[in-house]
């Protein structure tokens, strides 16, 4: 990989150059998290989206919603890899090594509170009580990963696989 491909990437994640101060632990967990967070909310609210549009039950807009929070949560990782030069199988494996703790905990606990809400699911696409609840989900879900991508980072897993690679 190029030197300025390495740097986009870096800037891709929100990380300084190499030649800066470092950030601290928690910026680079709270980075990750975000970064984690955005690319399973996509396929999560596609999922819920598509799932109560079709009238899906409640297991199947769940199911759903986790394979798509999966499907572009390592999207989001393994884009930025592919465009600095990776392989698809790399940049998969390192997408599967990076992301896949902290979407487990985002799904289990994302779905877990639209379950615990009373009528989230049931409610209406046009609905603050859908579209509150999903929003509130997710950000629980972000506080919830939080501390287990501190604790891989710290050890040199989870997102920083990614970058321990390139």
């Not at 950030?23 to 819920?48: K, Q």
């Not at 394979?67 to 199988?89: H, N, V």
């Not at 799904?107 to 509130?136: K, R, T, Y």
Request: proline share 4%; glycine share 10%; aromatic share 6%.
């Amino acid at each position: 990989m190029d030197h300025a491909a390495h740097q986009g990437h870096h800037a891709h994640h929100g990380h300084a150059a190499p030649s800066a101060a470092a950030p601290s632990l928690d910026r680079i967990a709270f980075l990750a998290t975000l970064h984690c967070l955005s690319g399973c909310a996509v396929g999560e609210v596609a999922g819920m989206v598509i799932g109560t549009a079709l009238g899906f039950s409640n297991g199947e807009t769940i199911a759903l919603a986790v394979a798509l929070a999966f499907l572009s949560g390592y999207a989001f990782t393994m884009l930025p890899l592919l465009r600095a030069g990776y392989g698809l199988r790399a940049a998969s494996k390192l997408a599967l090594l990076a992301d896949t703790a902290s979407i487990t905990v985002m799904e289990i606990v994302d779905n877990l509170v639209m379950l615990a809400i009373p009528g989230a699911m049931d409610a209406p696409l046009d609905s603050f009580l859908f579209w509150g609840s999903l929003a509130a989900a997710l950000a629980i879900a972000g506080v919830a990963a939080f501390p287990l991508n501190r604790w891989l980072i710290a050890r040199g897993q989870g997102h920083a696989v990614v970058h321990a690679h390139h």
